[in-house]
């Protein structure tokens, strides 16, 4: 079974600075996708990124940008120049014949 | 419509009534997902409608929760005999393809609370 793992249940970071956000995964497919969605407060899921598993250049979506290490079934996030908007619960995804599999989240919280 | 609507945005109910949750998803998106997420965890996988049909039921947690798509746009989630631990916010998205190719597109959920 498709399992996603999100260890970090809370972040911080000051505002400005960089963040990085772990996700590991473990799927038995050899083509797949991975997301990074973000649920501010609204409660509405909104794409950050996505990485297609078949692809080695990490994808990048100005400030964001992710390290995707096949081999070892990680997928984290990196958020540069942290901006009080970041601010909201981080989820990681592995797509996997339709579905969505899900990490528990992380929140991550912005300082001033 | 501009984005996935989703109604109501709130329901509460008492327990063993029946409910109804509708999803409007984007104009003409054929893909049309329900998630269910409870506090505190990510979204779980209930059901994929590819047009009108249900490609993919199999998150479905049992035999009192019903989805339908009957014109391949507006689908609505049926829940019976309603108990407390069905108490979540359930998620709509839809998408212009299938799997990860497209982007999915969220509805702001509706949360369900059971009394």
């Known amino acids: 079974a498709q399992t996603v793992t999100q260890s970090q249940p809370e972040m911080s970071v000051q505002e400005a600075e960089t963040v990085t956000l772990s996700c590991t995964y473990d799927?038995?497919?050899?083509?797949?996708?991975l997301f990074w969605y973000k649920q501010p407060p609204s409660r509405q899921m909104i794409l950050v990124i996505r990485q297609e598993a078949y692809k080695q250049q990490n994808a990048t979506e100005n400030r964001f940008s992710v390290n995707f290490q096949k081999a070892a079934k990680s997928f984290s996030l990196k958020i540069s120049d942290s901006q009080l908007g970041d601010a909201a619960m981080y989820f990681c995804?592995?797509?996997?014949?339709?579905?969505?599999?899900w990490g528990a989240g992380t929140k991550l919280i912005i300082k001033p | 419509g501009a984005g996935v609507s989703q109604t109501p945005s709130n329901k509460v109910t008492e327990k063993g009534k029946y409910v109804e949750l509708r999803c409007d998803p984007i104009?003409?998106?054929?893909?049309l997902y329900w998630y269910r997420q409870s506090l505190g965890q990510g979204p779980e996988f209930l059901i994929y409608?590819?047009?009108?049909?249900?490609?993919?039921d199999s998150g479905l947690p049992n035999d009192r929760f019903f989805a339908v798509r009957p014109e391949g746009s507006v689908s609505t989630l049926k829940i019976q005999r309603t108990e407390r631990g069905d108490s979540a916010v359930y998620l709509c998205?839809?998408?212009?393809?299938?799997?990860?190719?497209?982007?999915?597109?969220f509805g702001e959920g509706s949360r369900l609370t059971v009394l």
């Open positions: 799927t038995s497919e050899s083509d797949y996708y």
């Open positions: 995804a592995v797509d996997s014949n339709y579905q969505l599999i």
């Open positions: 104009s003409g998106h054929t893909a």
């Open positions: 409608f590819q047009g009108t049909g249900a490609a993919d």
């Open positions: 998205a839809s998408s212009r393809t299938p799997r990860g190719t497209g982007e999915l597109f």
